[in-house]
């Protein structure tokens, strides 16, 4: 189910209208389609600044805004494009360094829903084709594009590898089983090894494919593709390595590659699975030969990232009710276990609401050891799952407020989670706006 978002902007309205419109593909339909958009908008994608290309189950867009951070940090101006949008869709587009405005995002919106009427592209064709115009118009020194969905068919891999300075591939596990394990003549049927088929699918002829280590199965994939393509590839464990180390007077991140050592500080991101998106974020910077990037603005990217939605602790506001509350959009079985290992040491009061075609299991097997309470909760505007779905002694609640007052009077710090859609509905009811 998409989110195609709402506005307060009627003209940027209009084109949400347009776009929910839109058939949703129920399966892979190439990149046909994308490329004819490209072509009559005079294929914008031909004309932006190096491009940061990163695929993945998990982790991408951490590692996206490691990227971002660090590139600005170095004084570059960035254009960004990731998914979804957390409360607005402009979140999606980001225009050196700024959300793009609504007049922009109407402007853009318009004219390539306006010449694509015929080609019947979907909604992600659309808003990539709209933020690669976009990017095309406004000066800046890189770009940073996460994958939707995939990365074989997916929107984003029309960019040609002239355009790309470096592809990054994230943590990988099981999710959007419907369309990319759908059966397909010619593809890998062990299902971990045909998801690294299908996100190695960005890799591109002579240039840096950089990826994390997955597993054996995973890994043999993304070593295929690369040598089949000409790509050179810098796996973890293999061309780099990083790691938290213990040290005196303050904890380090330690980065490893042929290049040298860099002894950085921790990630303001929380989660020690973010020392891991970090290290990606560093080794795409470093394999590549497009954009310099020097180690002070990398060690300052590091403490200046920010990504709301991952592991946020909400500020004082309208929800928290004066309750320590963080939210985490995490939905399938990879971000479950870097939740438990995240609250290994904590209980916590559960709020979760999951879309209908997840697995309620994912987060809720991993996470029950470290649950005081967990209440269910309506994801606003989707199919959701009842109480029942998440074991005996679920409670329910009509939305986010009701669930936290209804909660006991303790320290007990508060999770919510199971959708990104739920975690973008905390955020406005806080008023912490994505910007």
């Known amino acids: 189910m998409v989110d195609f978002g709402r506005s307060n902007d009627p003209r940027v309205q209009a084109q949400l209208d347009r776009l ?7 399966g892979r339909f190439g990149l046909g389609t994308i490329t004819a958009l490209m072509e009559r908008l005079g ?4 004309k932006l600044p190096p491009v940061f290309h990163v695929a993945g189950t998990n982790g991408k867009g951490s590692v996206c805004a490691f990227l971002r951070a660090m590139l600005e940090a170095d004084g570059k101006r960035v254009h960004v494009t990731t998914s979804p949008h957390l409360v607005r869709y402009n979140e999606r ?27 019947g592209p979907s909604f992600f064709e659309v808003t990539i084709a709209a ?5 095309s118009r406004e000066p800046a020194e890189a770009c940073v594009v996460e994958v939707g969905l995939g990365g074989r068919f997916d929107a984003t891999n029309v960019l040609e590898p002239s355009a790309v300075a470096v592809s990054g591939i994230a943590a990988l596990g099981l999710d959007h089983e419907r369309f990319l394990l759908a059966p397909e003549e010619g593809t890998p049927q062990n299902p971990m090894a045909r998801i ?3 996100k190695a699918g960005i890799a591109k002829k002579n240039t840096p494919l950089v990826a994390l280590d997955q597993v054996p199965e995973a890994t043999s994939q993304i070593i295929i593709r690369a040598e089949s393509v000409g790509a050179p590839l810098a796996l973890k464990g293999d061309k780099w390595s990083n790691k938290f180390e ?3 007077p303050e904890n380090r991140h330690i980065y490893r590659d042929e290049f040298g050592e860099l002894s950085l500080p921790l990630p303001t991101l929380h989660g020690p699975h973010q020392i891991r998106n970090a290290g990606l974020a560093l080794a795409m ?3 590549q030969e497009e954009i310099e990037v020097s180690e002070k603005a990398m060690a300052q990217g590091l403490t200046y990232v920010d990504w709301p939605g991952r592991f946020q602790q909400l500020k004082e506001g309208p929800l928290t009710q004066g309750r320590e509350v963080w939210v ?9 276990k870097a939740m438990a290992d995240f609250w290994a040491d904590d209980s916590v009061h559960l709020i979760i609401g999951m879309l209908a075609n997840k697995n309620p299991e994912a987060i809720i097997e991993p996470m029950r050891p470290w649950c005081k309470t967990v209440t269910a909760v309506p994801v606003p505007d989707h199919e959701w799952h009842p109480p029942a779905a998440f074991g005996k002694g679920a409670k329910s609640a009509l939305d986010l407020a009701s669930a936290i007052a209804q909660l006991p009077e303790d320290t007990l710090p508060i999770f919510i989670t199971g959708s990104l859609y739920l975690v973008g509905d905390a955020l406005r009811l806080n008023g912490q706006m994505p910007e």
């Open 131 to 135: 933020a690669f115009l976009a990017f």
């Open 93 to 119: 587009i980001r225009i050196a360094g700024e959300l793009i405005s609504d007049t922009a995002l109407a402007g853009v919106l318009e004219e390539v829903l306006n010449v694509s009427e015929d080609l």
């Open 196 to 198: 690294a088929f299908e």
């Open 285 to 287: 910077l470093r394999h």
């Open 43 to 46: 294929n914008p994608h031909r």
């Open 20 to 26: 929910a419109l839109l058939s949703v593909p129920q």
């Open 246 to 248: 213990l040290a005196e």
């Open 328 to 336: 985490d959009g995490g939905h399938n079985p990879s971000a479950g």
